[in-house]
């Protein structure tokens, strides 16, 4: 027997022993799935036609439109009865017009390219003295008081080099709500990214429209500007710029597959269909949905009926928001099905996993069990597991609520596929096949392990429970800032 066959076995040996709640028929189905993906998925050809028939996924666009449409018709095709859509109302921005113009120490001004971040106003023109905060965080505002008052604040996407040791980095929202609140008549955000690429994506914490104009420019640009005023020089921005918004419909696809034991209780497991307008956004959220896509598929292949009920859910308006996902939990709690979420499993922008993540740390023994199966199947599974909590994506509004929520964690964007976030080149060019077959496969087994398990560790939090365990994940700041945080101190 050679050492990787011996590897494997252990392995094996390992996930069957490791904690009971590995059934017994696990490595079999596990298998099932691996050779069902690996010969047949289709996530990386449905991601394809839709780059190319649809183009970007703009929540409130024609072309939103016809991704919610396509969705709904793969999970037909796949064989699933139950397709719906989830319609809501949004406020919908689309960009118009921006220019950014710079005066240093002098009459005249020249232009700087930029982008408008959403959310920005329909209509603003604002001239004022550009002032260098930094980071852009509470501590940059402290040590400047009133420094930004009826001026335009030039902030860094990150954590600049040198700054204090700890510093925690905000949200590009929550930096813009920061210099709103601050006085500032305009913010300026530096992309962290080389070569010019811009940045867009929301800088409103609501998705709704802000007071002030919100835009990016490059890095190059950005530092250029702030080496400029630490030197002492005078810069003057003027920005003029245009937009639209207004009330339009968007609708969630959720296709159901109920448990065989347990229908009462059910899994979600979801992605954001929709991406930002620069381009297809076959990273931002391509990647993460049409794997959740391609594993309803799987299921439906295979004919796999665990014992939970599981949702799979494409959700729209997380870029302008979380506003589809927020749709879901306000529904939910309507027709009081939310005490029936066991568990919420969320993918943004995974690809090629090597570990799973959970919310609270008693999920590790039942998480690491599936995971040595998988790893079993295949070694380049290292079988991580983390347990944190973070904002901004679809998973954050059942977390608020005290559902306890999880995902595939551990491998790179493909072709360097970070630099292209939010931005003009995130395009269908940057996926890798494989890679995302390994997201479909790997998940696709942590899915299954977890819809039907004995039982889940994890409990739903009370209300005390989840402000204490918000606050354990340092996220009282951010949701502050945001106007979430519901608890009076």
């Given at each position: 027997?050679?050492?990787?066959?011996?590897?494997?076995?252990?392995?094996?040996?390992?996930?069957?022993?490791?904690?009971?709640?590995?059934?017994?028929?696990?490595?079999?189905?596990?298998?099932?799935?691996?050779?069902?993906?690996?010969?047949?998925?289709?996530?990386?050809?449905?991601?394809?036609?839709?780059?190319?028939?649809?183009?970007?996924?703009?929540?409130?666009?024609?072309?939103?439109?016809?991704?919610?449409?396509y969705a709904f018709n793969l999970f037909k095709s796949y064989g699933f009865k139950e397709v719906r859509y989830q319609p809501f109302e949004v406020e919908s921005w689309s960009r118009g017009t921006l220019k950014l113009q710079v005066r240093i120490n002098g009459p005249h001004f020249q232009d700087v390219k930029a982008v408008s971040l959403a959310h920005s106003p329909v209509k603003a023109n604002a001239t004022g003295q550009l002032v260098d905060m930094g980071n852009g965080l509470e501590a940059d505002y402290n040590a400047q008081p009133n420094a930004v008052k009826g001026k335009i604040a030039l902030v860094y996407l990150g954590i600049l080099p040198g700054s204090p040791e700890g510093a925690r980095n905000l949200h590009r929202s929550e930096k813009t709500a920061l210099a709103i609140k601050n006085g500032a008549k305009g913010i300026i955000i530096i992309n962290t990214v080389a070569g010019g690429t811009l940045l867009t994506g929301t800088a409103s914490v609501t998705g709704k429209l802000i007071p002030i104009p919100a835009l990016c420019v490059g890095k190059e640009d950005g530092l250029k500007l702030k080496e400029q005023l630490q030197g002492g020089q005078m810069v003057t921005a003027q920005i003029a710029m245009?937009?639209?918004?207004?009330?339009?419909?968007?609708?969630?696809?959720?296709?159901?597959?109920?448990?065989?034991?347990?229908p009462q209780e059910k899994i979600v497991i979801g992605g954001h269909l929709d991406s930002w307008d620069l381009s297809t956004g076959a990273i931002d959220n391509g990647?993460?949905?049409?794997?959740?896509?391609?594993?309803?598929?799987?299921?439906?292949?295979?004919?796999?009926?665990?014992?939970?009920?599981?949702e799979f859910v494409m959700f729209m308006g997380e870029e302008q928001g979380l506003l589809g996902s927020e749709a879901y939990i306000e529904q939910a709690t309507k027709d009081k099905s939310l005490n029936n979420i066991a568990y919420m499993l969320n993918y943004d922008m995974t690809n090629d996993p090597k570990g799973y993540n959970a919310s609270q740390e008693s999920m590790k023994p039942l998480f690491q069990s599936i995971g040595a199966i998988t790893a079993s199947i295949d070694t380049t599974f290292k079988n991580s597991f983390s347990a944190r909590a973070g904002l901004h994506s679809d998973h954050q509004p059942f977390m608020l609520q005290g559902i306890p929520t999880g995902g595939s964690f551990g491998g790179k964007l493909p072709n360097n596929g970070g630099d292209c976030y939010h931005a003009d080149c995130d395009s269908f060019a940057l996926v890798d096949e494989q890679q995302l077959k390994n997201t479909v496969r790997f998940s696709a087994m942590l899915l299954y392990g977890l819809a039907d398990a004995d039982q889940i560790q994890a409990k739903k939090l009370n209300d005390a429970e989840t402000k204490e365990f918000l606050l354990k994940n340092n996220l009282k700041e951010p949701l502050q800032i945001a106007g979430e945080w519901r608890w009076a101190d």
């Open positions: 027997m050679d050492s990787s066959s011996r590897i494997i076995l252990s392995t094996l040996a390992l996930a069957l022993s490791l904690t009971a709640h590995a059934q017994s028929s696990w490595p079999a189905t596990f298998q099932q799935i691996n050779a069902e993906v690996q010969s047949n998925s289709k996530a990386y050809s449905s991601l394809q036609q839709a780059s190319k028939t649809i183009g970007h996924r703009l929540t409130g666009s024609e072309n939103g439109k016809k991704a919610e449409e245009t937009n639209h918004s207004g009330k339009i419909k968007a609708r969630n696809v959720i296709a159901t597959l109920k448990g065989s034991e347990l990647i993460g949905s049409f794997a959740v896509l391609d594993m309803a598929r799987t299921f439906q292949a295979l004919n796999l009926t665990p014992k939970r009920t599981i």
